[in-house]
């Protein structure tokens, strides 16, 4: 029997008892599809390791195939774990998103680099295993729709996440904001699934919730359209991410409403129109982000938003105005991160080009660590700010405010704060401050 053991490598903050309570943690889709993929033809015993929930225990596990899957920040953990497991004689192989984007620097890091959707070359890497001659290298563009299998959900230590079953759709998005990766890892003019087996699926799910991990679900109108049709006989409760112009086409919202939406994470990204044109955000308007937000709540809707700092206008005095215009604007839950120029990204061309990208040490582009020169403000100011807007937005005092605002859903709302409230408290902690990093930000 053929022993694989499939990992998602931890980061800074990505890991067993790190910064997310599962009260905020969802259940990824990454290992429990390649878990799918195996062809059943394959007489293999799989085990899956999120080291986002788990401990590693790798001494315990023993493995003929070791597949990695990591982004940018988990990629010098996913280098560790190959070495490992190749010291220990397994056939290493290393995917997912920075491998994608960064084939060339990853070459050598494994036996077997897989660039792309894993759809097609995974199962094909897994035969010419099986043949005695795997490649070490294997890529793909596209997903088609009949290649993406059910997730194999039940290999996954379901207590450690959010008892929300997670569903994808479509993992692609027609929007091209500069910060973002995704329409450089696959063809996302088709990425998405046939709708009725999405419906298959959720209903096989039996479950009254469900959580869309899409990276927008309102890109595609006509697919959008469809899926949510179909959604509204279920009968079920979903949340998912969108971007913020589903609120200005009157019958997709009233469509995505009926669908049974009741939770979204949208993208505000800044508060300065100059950032979100300058980054490409053409779905954003901030003159209508209050308007938005109302939009939501009148269909009891509450909106989970994510921010950026660190666009070129952004200075102190700016970052300071933010919090009290996301206030002002209604949101449930704000979310924050540092500008991060992902390495495959047109931000890290232009800031590499500047010279001022400070750190190529990969585990510090975790969207909390702040990697690059801002335009104006120090790197220090930055990384001061982020952590202070935190604070703020989730001081108790906030936290009460946003709470007695609310009309319904209160649990839910008392656990995200809470949720985000310890993440917070270990903000500071995490970051690096007397690190050799931080000597340069300071110019020491
Ligand atoms: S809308 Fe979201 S998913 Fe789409 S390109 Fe922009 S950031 Fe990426």
Redesign the pocket.
Known sequence: MLKIVLILAGDNTYHYRGAFSKSISYAPLTLTTLAALVPGTIDADIQLIDEGVQPAGYDKLHADIVGISCVTSSSVRARQIAGYWRSRGAHTVIGGVHVTLNPLEMEGVADTLICGPAEETWPRFLQDFIEGRPGNFYSSRSVPAETIPVPARQLLPRKSYLSVPTVIADRG?????A??S??RLWDCRESARVVPDVIEEIIALKSRRILFLD??LT?DREYALELFEALIPLRIEWAG?S?IDVTRDKSMFSLMVKSGCRGILV?FESMDQVALDQYQ?S?NNVTFYREAVDMFHRHEIPVLGTFMLGFENDTVESIEKMVSMIDDSGIDFPRFSVMTPFPGTDPYDWYQGDGRVLTRDWSLYDTEHVVFTPARMTPIQLQTSLVRTWKMIYSPSRILKRLTMLKRYHLLAFMVNIGFHRYVSTLRKRISWGSSHFQKMTGA
Request: glycine content about 6%; some cysteine; hydrophobic content about 30%.
């Open positions: 998005c027609l929007n091209s904001c910060f973002c995704i329409n990276p927008n890109a991410l971007s993208g955000k779905s």
